[in-house]
């Protein structure tokens, strides 16, 4: 069988960095083929050459058949190649519809946009996935989950023979995923090739049939899916063993540090939960479930609206951050890039952009402090970088999460609220955070850790709450944390009476 794309002994180079060399890549007819590997492997950079967006310095790139050279996306758009990548190219003023059908409306003989088959087209496009929305409402009404398979559509609706997806379930729930899968399915057995980017392990092995791993921009190997498993793959990419999936839960003394008392604010309502010292706490729910809402609000982000926020036994108004950093609480937000980082300021910046008192003298900043604080984050969290002074954009996703850790880590946190503190980032990483994430509770800060990877939140958790449609519908300890039971109340299954009924150590 003729592979739809072929790419041949592959390699690009930028400044001090050799991103792959003579890498081998080919995607067949009907095909899921998993790209993995730690970032900083090479998997973006290949990526971007499939899609246009890179030329290869050497190397052979072959499109059914014929040698190409792809001058840019809408190239390798017009040969059929359509990639959807993590960071989402949309625009968010044009409505639904407008954003799906992109440089693609349906026109009539006077060269008229029929507006209404757009319309019709994207609300069945949109129900692949299970989303009932408005394609006439402007798309930043809708959260980022909803905007991911928003761009995933436009792909799809493209009719593309090569479809590239990086990252694609990383900012949506456990239902949307089953259903981008299911759809995903459909489209193989259509006969289009699919390369699917992804970190997350239990997906490549539920979708893919053939997974290649690169590491250090060379290519490991090849492997069918149904001949290999996890810990092989893992090895394959990380060139070592991981000792464990999650570090031993070893938290210090438990106190009630955080106390939430029917607390109400967009998105959540009548939320009662404790957080104690020296645990994780695992916030779990569905996409829109609240729960990065209720994060939101007791940060100050997005005010509360009534309820009470007790720290240590005192009741505390938070209506900004800069109040909830005086009590001692971090945030770290499910968007590092959008929320969390200066993408375009240096590492060094970054990580002392939350203390900047603590490393001022009378009036300036103090370089050498600066300079210490940046180097200490960089051996104790494991930081890959060309030095303090490099801008956090050139720094891999897994390093960009790490600088943000140090950024709040660098105030020592009593409270963590971390959203989503894994996604994009590869297996390795994800081990350190982890780590990370068990080694502060160890120390006696409360972290809240808030994941739409229910194996992740039962692995890290020392008690689990559920949360459904702005609610608190459950809280479990760890031994009755199991998958059945969270996933139950999340999905309402069953009724959140039921649920408070057969709860353990309500928060």
């Not at 981008?180 to 997350?200: E, F, N, P, T």
């Not at 970088?385 to 709040?408: C, E, I, P």
Request: proline fraction near 4%; include cysteine.
């Amino acid at each position: 069988m003729e592979p739809l794309v072929w790419a041949k002994k592959i390699t690009k180079a930028f400044p001090g960095t050799l991103a792959l060399s003579e890498v081998d890549f080919e995607l067949l007819p009907g095909e899921i083929h998993a790209l993995v590997g730690e970032n900083g492997a090479g998997k973006s950079t290949l990526m971007h050459i499939l899609a246009g967006v890179y030329q290869a310095d050497r190397g052979e790139l072959i499109v059914e058949g014929r040698p190409v050279t792809l001058r840019d996306p809408n190239h390798a758009q017009q040969l059929g190649i359509s990639t959807v990548f993590q960071e989402l190219a949309l625009s968010t003023n044009m409505n639904v519809a407008e954003n799906v059908f992109t440089n693609s409306q349906p026109v009539n003989g006077r060269g008229m946009i029929r507006f209404e088959e757009m319309y019709r087209a994207t609300e069945e496009a949109l129900k692949i996935f299970g989303l009932e929305i408005n394609p006439r409402a402007p798309l930043r009404r809708y959260s980022v989950a909803v905007q991911q398979i928003v761009e995933i559509a436009r792909a799809i609706q493209r009719r593309a023979k090569v479809l590239i997806l990086d990252e694609p379930t990383s900012a949506i729930g456990e239902r949307e995923t089953e259903q981008l899968m299911k759809a995903l399915r459909m489209l193989r057995d259509q006969g289009v090739g699919i390369i699917y980017v992804s970190h997350k392990l239990d997906e490549v092995f539920a979708l893919a049939d053939r997974i290649t791993v690169l590491k250090d921009g060379q290519r490991v190997g090849t492997v069918p899916t149904a001949e290999t498993n996890q810990e092989a793959v893992v090895r394959m990419m990380v060139g070592r063993e991981l000792d464990q999936m999650f570090p031993p839960r070893d938290g210090g003394r438990e106190e009630t540090v955080l106390e939430i008392r029917n607390l109400s604010g967009p998105g959540y309502s009548n939320v009662s939960l404790n957080v104690t010292s020296g645990k994780v706490l695992g916030l779990f729910g569905l996409t829109g479930a609240g729960r990065t809402e209720l994060a939101r609000g007791v940060f100050g982000i997005e005010p509360c609206t009534s309820g009470e926020i007790i720290i240590r036994g005192r009741p505390v108004r938070i209506t900004a951050p800069r109040q909830a950093m005086k009590e001692g609480l971090a945030y770290i937000p499910e968007d590092r890039k959008e929320d969390g980082l200066f993408l375009e300021m240096s590492l060094q910046d970054n990580v002392a952009a939350a203390c900047l008192k603590a490393l001022s003298g009378l009036i300036f900043l103090i370089p050498s402090r600066l300079d210490n604080l940046a180097r200490e984050a960089i051996r104790k969290l494991r930081i890959k970088s060309k030095g303090t002074g490099q801008n956090v954009s050139g720094l891999s996703g897994g390093n960009q999460q790490k600088v943000l850790f140090a950024k709040w880590l660098a105030r020592n946190p009593k409270i963590l609220i971390a959203d989503e503190p894994t996604r994009g980032v590869d297996v390795g990483a994800k081990a350190e955070i982890h780590s990370l994430l068990r080694e502060l509770a160890n120390q006696g800060a409360a972290v809240v850790m808030i994941s739409s990877e229910l194996p992740e939140v039962l692995g890290m958790s020392d008690r689990v709450a559920v949360m459904r449609e702005g609610r608190l519908v459950a809280t479990f300890d760890c031994e009755a944390a199991t998958e059945e039971n969270v996933a139950t109340c999340a999905l309402g299954a069953i009724s959140a009476e039921a649920a408070s009924a057969g709860e353990i150590n309500n928060g």
